[in-house]
């Protein structure tokens, strides 16, 4: 029998975790074609089980592989697909730089791209699921140089059409839980763009066997929760620590009813959240009963990759704690 998950505020991550030295290493040795992508996905693998290590230390309920071979989540997969060149350097923001890829030909899919890394965390992973997670359709074409296609939506289609077939392996290996990532979408708050959104996610997953979730962080998100509610996707993600929690009354309005990913760990500050904090932010959403416990994963706003380990794994074990003393609270047995 497998790993049973609580019955209610269920634990997770976003995806990405501080990156480990060996991760570093191995996509150093590939970008200078010292490796093969097969040699560097098993490169990769001491950092995935340093990252399954902090995880379950922590306590988390469902995990991710830390998306340890990405060094951005556009170009890891645009390196995969064919029908990218790789562009010039471009500012994010601060001073995170990244090469926008360039759509010189029609898209097609060229195998799987971030299977390997998924398979290897499953297999150390003490029975907790592990959410397989691709950068979403849109997100790609939004932050792409488009060469080909001139057309947001067909460009967006054709890129949907390309990960329904990685999405499709994940399954077909043993998947339960399949995270699309799309932040790109909260920057462009208008039907048409939303519309565009909800037609790739139909492609990416009718019919497909597992809990379909899409994460969306940092943007106008109120202005998107009405187009939210109509996605094919049993789970929303979003970030809510980062802007104090200023989301709630929109979700309350608009009759939230699918399950919420809640962030309540602020991935942009290194002041590790307290139990107590955290309890408090998790009661917030309990006290409007805006969703049931069992509706609500607790989790990070957003990835962790950009705070030091140490403080990104005590984030962890207190957001933990924090949501097995409120199920204790409410009645629920761990």
């Known amino acids: 029998m497998g790993y049973q998950l609580p019955k209610a505020l269920i634990t997770t991550v976003v995806g990405s975790y501080p990156k480990m030295p060996e991760a570093e290493e191995a996509i150093r040795k590939r970008k200078r074609g010292e490796i093969s992508e097969e040699e560097f996905h098993e490169a990769v693998k001491p950092a995935i089980k340093a990252v399954i290590s902090d995880y379950l ?164 998100i109120e202005k998107v929760l009405p187009y939210i509610l109509d996605f094919p996707v049993d789970q929303v993600d979003l970030e809510m620590k980062n802007s104090n929690f200023r989301l709630l009354p929109y979700l309350k309005e608009y009759g939230f009813d699918k399950e919420l990913g809640y962030g309540v760990i602020d991935v942009h500050s290194l002041r590790v959240e307290t139990v107590e904090e955290i309890k408090e932010d998790i009661r917030r959403i309990l006290t409007l009963d805006i969703l049931p416990p069992e509706k609500i994963y607790i989790d990070p706003d957003c990835g962790l990759k950009r705070l030091p380990r140490e403080i990104a794994k005590a984030k962890l074990r207190n957001m933990v704690q924090a949501a097995k003393e409120v199920r204790r609270e409410l009645g629920y047995e761990d």
């Not at 150390?124 to 979403?136: E, N």
């Open 57 to 220: 230390d922590a306590g988390i309920d469902i995990l991710s592989d830390g998306e340890q071979s990405r060094e951005d989540m556009v170009v890891y997969f645009a390196e995969r697909i064919k029908g990218y060149e790789e562009g010039d350097w471009v500012r994010i923001f601060d001073n995170t730089y990244f090469r926008k890829p360039v759509i010189v030909s029609k898209l097609q899919y060229a195998g799987p791209m971030a299977i390997a890394d998924w398979k290897y965390a499953q297999s150390i992973s003490q029975g907790r699921p592990v959410k397989a997670i691709i950068t979403g359709p849109y997100t790609m074409i939004d932050w792409s140089f488009d060469l080909v296609y001139g057309d947001r939506r067909e460009a967006v289609i054709e890129m949907a059409k390309v990960l329904r077939k990685e999405l499709e392996e994940f399954v077909k290996h043993g998947a339960r839980y399949i995270q699309v990532d799309e932040p790109a979408f909260s920057t462009r708050p208008y039907p048409e763009e939303a519309e565009i959104l909800r037609e790739a996610l139909e492609i990416l997953f009718k019919g497909l066997d597992a809990k379909k979730i899409i994460h969306i962080c940092f943007g106008r």
